[in-house]
């Protein structure tokens, strides 16, 4: 097992627009983004526990020339509304950081987790 | 082969650049410069109540930069969404900076301002004939939606700067405008391929951004060819990868594949990316598919009362260990007290948010609770109401009644709240809400965005 932040590059939330919020899990490299996506562990119903949304409402995009994962959903408040408690979005991929991968991970390679 | 070469200084305007790059990339050669200078960001206070993003002397020390730049190569200066929301406040005041400095630095030059707010009547007769259409997450709207709101405005496209520009405007001030429609206006209207010009414009749209690293942003010169468009930063120590440039799709953006504009869609499936030199990365194979109708975005804020905040600390154990039952007991004690004071009201002409950082203030989660080892929490009361004698007479109550709450372990009386500053409750003024998320379609690219030419 190895926590994502042990394999990304860079894990961040931002808005989309003022009525969405779209989440980046980027990678250093194809090895660390073929191991993450093949886990399987980041998918809707995850995104739809983590981010409090319904899972029918989460979009998930791979995108491979940044070695990224990108989550899209609606944002529960619009954007500036009062009980909105993060304007720019920034701060709602908390959730992400140690979540557990399965499988052992060597740097350019990939162990398990098959 | 067409080349162009264009400049984005910085990200936003007023958020600064080194004046020592730029210089270096004036004397390189530019054909124009553009600067974004919008964001929402901010939030739906900037178009509803006419509140620049950035400060005047941000914007004027940015500007003045600018101007003396872009006259001295005698080259267009194109500057979209200004003051932050692109609302014809915003423009203006944008506008007024401009004639200070062009009067203070004896520059003469023709000036295009672009209105981006359109008739109320106009947009009504499109939602009344069907041709207002909902984005992801719109909000319902109806016929008040627009004519309550503060400001709507909508989004131009490419079109209206390239009218200006024939015009013989030299420099270009817009109300609201998709970001990357000020840098792609010229290229697509030289011929160069417009999925090239849309893409290259969407990356220069945050100026330096897209670069490995960076502590301040900067600026991007870009090189347009028919082929490709090739990406380099004005700061010297700045790198372009093909990552740092990949990975700029990725933001702000909820699909990195397709990206709506007015007018057509970028489609990115096919792009390459080539590392040319440890600095400066080569784009290919970014395509453009026309919309088959014309639409343009719609922004619009809706005020929504008026606000007053309360922000205290708690490090209190028998109150933390307690926390969410002391909470319960404070609201219906702020409620009680609040109606003593303004009488109750059905409905309450206010309504309350309690924020708790440290457990649930950011992220909100139904059921949660403080950390057990919690040493201290911060609570945030936020007051919302019709008017702002009651927000304020609100969070004073607020304030006075959580300081001294019951806390069952203790007898006497208590002093629940550390307050950082005096005084204590906050006035945050009025309030607004963005109110669409829609398109509207258009008969005519141009038909909302009217161009005004004054010599300056």
């Known amino acids: 097992m190895v926590a994502l932040r042990e394999l990304a590059q860079l894990i961040r939330s931002k808005n989309a627009g003022m009525f969405e919020l779209t989440v980046d899990v980027m990678f250093p490299d194809a090895a660390a983004f073929d191991f993450v996506v093949d886990s399987g562990v980041l998918d809707r119903e995850l995104a739809a526990r983590l981010f409090g949304v319904d899972a029918a409402d989460v979009q998930i995009f791979l995108y491979r020339p940044a070695y990224a994962i990108k989550f899209s959903f609606p944002r529960p408040v619009a954007c500036g509304d009062p009980a909105d408690s993060d304007l720019f979005g920034g701060q709602q991929f908390a959730g992400l950081v140690n979540l557990d991968i399965p499988g052992d991970f060597v740097a350019g390679s990939r162990v398990g987790a098959h | ?456």
């Not at chain 2, 007769?125 to 004519?147: C, M, Q, W, Y």
């Not at chain 2, 719609?298 to 926390?323: C, H, K, S």
């Not at chain 2, 009386?413 to 005084?423: E, G, K, R, T, W």
Request: aromatic letters at 8%; charged letters at 20%.
């Open chain 2, 1 to 456: 082969m067409t080349t162009m070469r264009y400049l984005a200084p910085t990200g936003m305007l007023g958020g600064g650049f080194n004046a020592e790059y730029f210089a270096e990339a004036l004397a390189s050669g530019l054909d124009f410069i553009a600067c974004d200078s919008g964001s929402i960001d901010g939030g739906p206070a900037n178009l509803g109540g006419n509140i620049p993003f950035f400060s005047r002397d941000g914007v004027k020390r940015d500007l003045r930069l600018l101007l003396i730049g872009a006259r001295s190569l005698d080259i267009p200066l194109l500057i979209g969404s200004c003051g932050g929301s692109g609302g014809r406040w915003n423009l203006n005041w944008v506008r007024e900076i401009v004639e200070e400095i062009a009067g203070e630095e004896g520059l003469h030059f023709t000036l295009a301002t672009i209105d981006a707010e359109p008739d109320r009547a106009v947009l009504l007769e499109r939602f009344g004939s069907g041709r207002v259409h909902p984005l992801t997450n719109a909000p319902a709207i109806d016929k008040s939606t627009f004519t309550d709101a503060a400001h709507i405005v909508a989004m131009m496209g490419t079109e209206p700067y390239v009218e200006a520009l024939a015009a013989g405007a030299d420099v270009v001030l817009a109300g609201r405008s998709s970001d990357a429609a000020l840098f792609a206006a010229i290229p697509v209207s030289r011929g160069l391929p417009p999925g090239l010009a849309w893409h290259a414009a969407k990356i220069m749209e945050c100026g330096g951004s897209a670069v490995v690293q960076m502590d301040n942003v900067d600026g991007m010169i870009c090189t347009i060819t028919d082929e490709y468009f090739d990406l380099e930063p004005t700061h010297p120590e700045h790198r372009c990868s093909e990552v740092s440039i990949a990975s700029h799709s990725l933001y702000e953006t909820s699909n990195p594949f397709e990206m709506y504009e007015p007018g057509g869609v970028m489609r990115l499936q096919n792009v390459e990316f080539e590392q040319l030199t440890d600095r400066v990365v080569r784009v290919r194979g970014s395509e453009y598919t026309p919309a088959e109708t014309y639409t343009v975005k719609l922004e619009g804020a809706t005020l929504i009362g008026y606000r007053a905040m309360v922000l205290g600390g708690i490090t209190d154990p028998a109150i933390l260990d307690r926390f969410d039952e002391w909470l319960e007991s404070g609201k219906r004690a702020v409620i009680e007290a609040a109606d003593r004071t303004i009488g109750h009201l059905d409905p309450a002409p206010y309504s309350i948010v309690y924020r708790v950082y440290g457990r649930d203030a950011v992220i909100p989660r139904a059921g949660s609770r403080l950390p057990s080892d919690a040493s201290e929490v911060g609570l945030l009361v936020t007051v919302t109401a019709d008017s702002q004698k009651i927000a304020s007479t609100v969070a004073s109550q607020a304030a006075f009644t959580l300081l001294h709450l019951r806390v069952p372990e203790w007898h006497g009386l208590v002093s629940n709240l550390a307050y950082a500053f005096a005084p204590h409750v906050t006035d945050l003024g009025p309030g607004y809400s963005f109110v669409f998320n829609h398109v509207v379609e258009l008969d005519s690219p141009t038909e909302l965005f009217p161009v005004t030419l004054r010599e300056v």
